[in-house]
């Protein structure tokens, strides 16, 4: 099984500032077939269900701000808030979409400094 | 507008069944995998099944491996998981997902699943 691993378990970042939130997987999930690499990345606000916001690494979902974006590849990936809102208060998950078993990072909690 | 909604969840004694549902709409049932995925209170999400949109494969995690049983009925554009033998760890709330691919592009409210004597 692809473990997935995330850090840090929080962060707290002032009101416009940049937050950055890293993920790692056991394995590499690069798909040589089509150069793209499974992980995706999701926000859960509390009391709701998570909501996707990036796939492939670097596909922002329709209707997600840019100031969220992905990078990486291999094992090693990246989600970055360019800029820090207040509605982005919530806890950020990353997860591989490689293959069954589906594997999720065990969250990254952000709040407003 | 694309919607999920689960159902079924409640309170359960250890070795008991339940059997959740998620009923869609808003978009072709027929054309998506689907997904359970759920969360023990206060932690993180755990991939529970996945089931193709044909109905012809479906695949478990491990840990409730000839346990549970995911299902759909195209027709009436409802997700189903079957849990038997239930156990204190399975107590969290379950949501169904349309997949993306294996990605996850849709999520339910939830629905809670309590597993105590």
Redesign the interface.
């Known amino acids: 099984d692809i473990v997935v691993t995330q850090s840090p378990d929080s962060l707290a970042v002032s009101l416009g500032e940049r937050a950055t939130i890293n993920c790692k997987s056991s394995q590499s999930v690069l798909y040589s077939a089509n150069n793209k690499n499974y992980i995706a990345w999701y926000q859960q606000k509390p009391g709701q269900a998570p909501k996707l916001l990036i796939f492939w690494a670097s596909t922002r979902e329709s209707g997600v701000p840019d100031r969220f974006s992905g990078s990486g590849s291999g094992t090693d990936f990246t989600l970055t808030i360019s800029s820090l809102q207040a509605e982005d208060v919530a806890v950020y998950y990353c997860q591989q979409h490689y293959g069954p078993p589906l594997t999720f990072g065990g969250g990254t909690k952000v709040q407003i400094k | 507008e694309v919607q999920l909604v689960e159902s079924g969840g409640g309170l359960v004694q250890p070795g008991g069944s339940l059997r959740l549902s998620c009923a869609a709409s808003g978009f072709t049932f027929s054309e998506y995998w689907m997904?359970w995925v759920r969360q023990d209170p206060g932690k993180?999400?755990?991939?529970v099944s996945?089931i193709e949109s044909d109905e012809s494969r479906t695949?478990y995690?491990?840990s409730v491996k000839g346990r549970f049983t995911i299902s759909r009925d195209n027709a009436k554009s409802t997700l189903f998981l079957q849990m038997n033998s239930l156990r204190a760890e399975d107590t969290a709330v379950y949501?169904c997902a349309r997949g993306?691919?294996?990605?996850?592009?849709?999520?339910?409210?939830?629905t809670m699943v309590t597993v105590s004597s």
């Open positions: 997904n993180g999400l755990v991939w996945r695949v995690a491990d949501y993306r691919g294996n990605a996850f592009g849709v999520w339910g409210q939830g």
